[in-house]
């Protein structure tokens, strides 16, 4: 990279940081207030860029400091990503301070793109590092750096291949009421063919449909399960977890459940009240969509 | 074969360089995981390394009697035997097929000749249209104008030193024949006509100037150049290099979690292409001294990808020649500077400004060649064919110019009292004729296109 082109490398981020989105970019009528707030936003931009001056892409201008090839590739990544980083806090501020003005557009700010030319020279050559080096001074710079690279980093919404989907693991709290019902029909089905009538009153969430609102049904998609947690509003001490499996057929198994007090720290009322509280929330919000 | 150290370790060099782009882009995604997962702030976002183009340069060079590996420019170039630039892409791409490393051996490999050049005339083609005495051997067989339809037969180029020194018999011969109508053998009284050597002039334009590297292109048996051949070294070290970058690019990242290959894709090494200028003596190998007769060779390498099909296309062109460009025009302009202006009506009988008007003129369809390198400048010679009068003329100047073509734009200066005129012929005589000293630089070019053709042959 010539000269100091490398510490210039930190203004190209502080540019890409000024480009907006311009498919978002505010463009707030000119009332003193909402100007005075576009200044505090632009003030912390300048605050992120100069964060990243100074994070990261700091380049080795030393001979005596070669950097490896992959490894300067991954510090102005790092720097890009903390950056956007940056930027996303500062956005979530901004949108926080406009809430309840219409009159002025929501925005987020983003980096797009990245483009860069590094010009290099070389200390050593292995087949499986490259080491670079920069030369700080002008001349030494021009004819040293025979070498170069230029490359574009460009943020993209993230693939969902089934491949990563089934490789994240996810945990999905089960609001559809088509899924919700799946689960109830798997658990009668399941306790139908047991025919055991202590098993099906051991179930307390089975007695109406109030009580089958409050229960929270939690997809661990990876294990193939169901976890379901329920609170009697009615019995303080009457909480529980059931895992419940619908391949190949139905299986409803109790996890843990507490129906008295253990002990005297009451932590199990903690549970109880946990999950009522959630429960209730669920409950009507699902009545709701009905 | 010249024992070259450093070139050996260049596949692995250009390999490392392209395989640090997915690893760069396997970087970026674990750096971008967390914001990934983090959906509450900001929009999840992947950082994303979408190519790389790099470019990538090595000189051989001369150093007292040895001749080393250079990543770094010297501060004398003049000795460098082997200038080399590659440049590649590495770019993300979707696949419909399953990568897989490929191998010298399977890459197939295939050469543009100038279509000017017929490599084998036939017995009937000699008799016809060449001088007496002329084999394939001794004899450059050309076709040259816009549709190949005059042929020119040199025989013994590389007699060109002897021009204007010896009796005309021990001169190279040539016979010109328009339009398939056999001519003269020249010299004819120790002269030779203007005509052949501005057909030639044209041609060669026209050649460069449409692009060198297109036309049909032939089999090519790398291996057929000879255990002595550095230029089979050298093509053979710059389609492993490839082979390697690919073989790299393809299935580094295969020891990569699942998660992270979902997340980055695939990447390849696309556009791969060599510029290689080399100083040859006239077996192939690298010439290491001015002693042995050396000549540039000019080449140029692609590697070009159909499906899972590699082919390398290499295709000889004219180092040091010009025909268009920035710096063409730089060095029309240190003509038409106000001493060098001077200098060249003195040498005319002309005025400043009647000799500015040609050069205007004649330099829209004209040719520069470097005939010398030294410390203090490169010799150049330019033949600028015009019409003057409405009849073929043409100015052939030498001189020697300080180039910078690495400025932009390029700077070239003519140093004083340097310019020599070589040949002005004069537009009213019918029959114009070359002098000695403009001819042997015609004979030099025809020796050198003839060495092009045999190290590759």
Not at chain 1, 47 to 67: A, H, I, S, W
Not at chain 1, 76 to 102: M, N
Not at chain 2, 188 to 199: A, H, I, Q, T, W
Request: hydrophobic residues 40%; aromatic residues 8%.
């Amino acid at each position: 990279m010539k000269g100091d082109e490398l510490h210039e490398l930190g203004d190209i981020l502080r540019d890409a940081g000024r480009t907006l989105d311009p498919d978002s970019t505010p463009n707030p009528p000119e009332i003193p207030d909402d100007d005075q707030r576009l200044t505090t936003v632009l003030e912390k931009l300048t605050y992120v860029q100069n964060r990243m001056k100074t994070r990261g892409v700091k380049p080795p201008l030393t001979e005596g400091k070669p950097v490896e090839f992959s490894d300067f590739f991954s510090s102005v990544g790092r720097s890009l990503v903390e950056a956007q980083k940056a930027l996303d806090g500062h956005s979530e501020t901004y949108l926080e301070r406009i809430r309840g003005r219409p009159h002025i557009l929501p925005s987020v700010f983003r980096i797009p793109k990245l483009s860069a030319e590094i010009k290099f020279a070389l200390k050593e050559v292995k087949a499986e590092k490259i080491n670079l080096i920069f030369y700080s001074t002008k001349d030494e710079a021009e004819k040293q750096h025979q070498q170069s690279v230029q490359f574009d980093i460009v943020s993209v919404p993230p693939p969902q291949p089934q491949e990563m989907i089934n490789l994240t693991p996810q945990v999905t709290l089960i609001l559809s009421s088509g899924m919700r019902n799946s689960v109830f029909e798997g658990i009668n089905q399941f306790l139908g063919s047991t025919g055991d009538e202590a098993e099906l009153k051991s179930v307390p969430f089975l007695k109406d449909q109030d009580n089958m609102d409050q229960v929270l049904i939690v997809e661990a998609a990876p294990l193939k399960c169901f976890f379901l947690f329920y609170a009697e509003p009615e019995k303080d001490k009457d909480v529980g977890i059931w895992r419940l499996t619908l391949d190949p057929s139905p299986k409803l198994e109790e996890v843990i459940r507490f129906t008295r007090t253990i002990g005297k720290a009451g932590d199990e009322r903690l549970l109880h009240d946990a999950v009522l509280e959630f429960g209730r929330l669920q409950a009507d919000f699902l009545k709701q969509l009905r | 074969m010249t024992d070259i150290p450093g070139l050996d370790k260049l596949p692995g060099q250009i390999s490392a360089l392209a395989g640090a782009v997915p690893q760069a882009g396997i970087s970026l995604a674990r750096a971008s995981i967390d914001h990934l997962l983090d959906p509450v702030r900001g929009f999840p976002t992947l950082h994303f390394m979408n190519e790389a183009r790099l470019a990538w340069r090595f000189y051989l060079a001369q150093k007292e009697s040895e001749i080393f590996f250079f990543f770094m420019r010297e501060d004398s170039p003049v000795n460098v035997v082997l200038d080399t630039n590659i440049s590649f892409r590495v770019a993300a791409v979707s696949r419909t097929y399953q990568p897989m490393p490929i191998t010298v051996e399977s890459i197939s490999k295939r050469i543009v000749l100038p279509p000017f050049i017929k490599t084998q005339p036939s017995a009937q083609e000699l008799r016809d249209f060449a001088p007496q005495g002329a084999t394939r051997e001794n004899t450059l067989f050309l076709t040259l104008g816009p549709q190949r339809q005059n042929p020119l037969a040199v025989m013994n180029p590389k007699k060109h030193n002897l021009v204007g020194i010896t009796e005309p018999d021990w001169w190279p011969k040539l016979r010109y024949s328009p339009n398939g109508v056999p001519g003269a053998i020249e010299p004819d009284n120790g002269k030779y006509s203007l005509k052949p050597f501005l057909d030639l002039t044209e041609t060669l334009r026209s050649w460069v100037k449409n692009g060198f590297d297109v036309g049909p292109d032939m089999p090519f048996d790398v291996d057929s150049l000879g255990y002595q051949s550095d230029v089979k070294h050298i093509l053979k070290t710059i389609i492993k290099a490839y082979s390697e970058a690919l073989s790299q690019v393809r299935m580094g990242g295969t020891n990569q979690s699942k998660l992270f290959l979902a997340l980055v894709g695939e990447y390849e090494v696309l556009d791969f292409q060599a510029r290689v200028v080399l100083r040859l003596r006239p077996d192939g190998s690298i010439a290491s001294d001015n002693k042995q007769d050396p000549f540039q060779l000019l080449m140029l390498v692609w590697m070009i990808q159909e499906q899972e099909k590699m082919k390398t296309r290499v295709a000889i062109g004219p180092p040091d020649f010009l025909v268009s460009g920035a710096l063409y025009e730089a060095f029309v302009e240190a003509l038409r500077q106000k001493e060098a202006l001077t200098e060249i009506a003195t040498l005319l009988n002309s005025s400043s400004e009647e000799v500015n008007s040609l050069l205007r003129a004649f330099a829209k369809s004209g040719v520069i060649f470097r005939i010398k390198r030294e410390d203090d400048g490169d010799t150049d010679v330019l033949v600028l064919p015009g019409v003057d009068s409405g009849k073929n003329a043409a100015l052939m100047l030498r001189g020697k110019f300080v180039v910078d073509a690495a400025k932009d734009p390029p700077r070239v200066e003519l140093k004083k009292n340097t310019i020599r005129n070589l040949l002005f012929n004069e537009p009213n005589r019918e029959s114009p004729s070359v002098e000695s000293e403009a001819v042997k630089y015609f004979f030099r070019l025809f020796d050198n296109i003839k060495r092009w053709i045999g190290v590759l042959q």
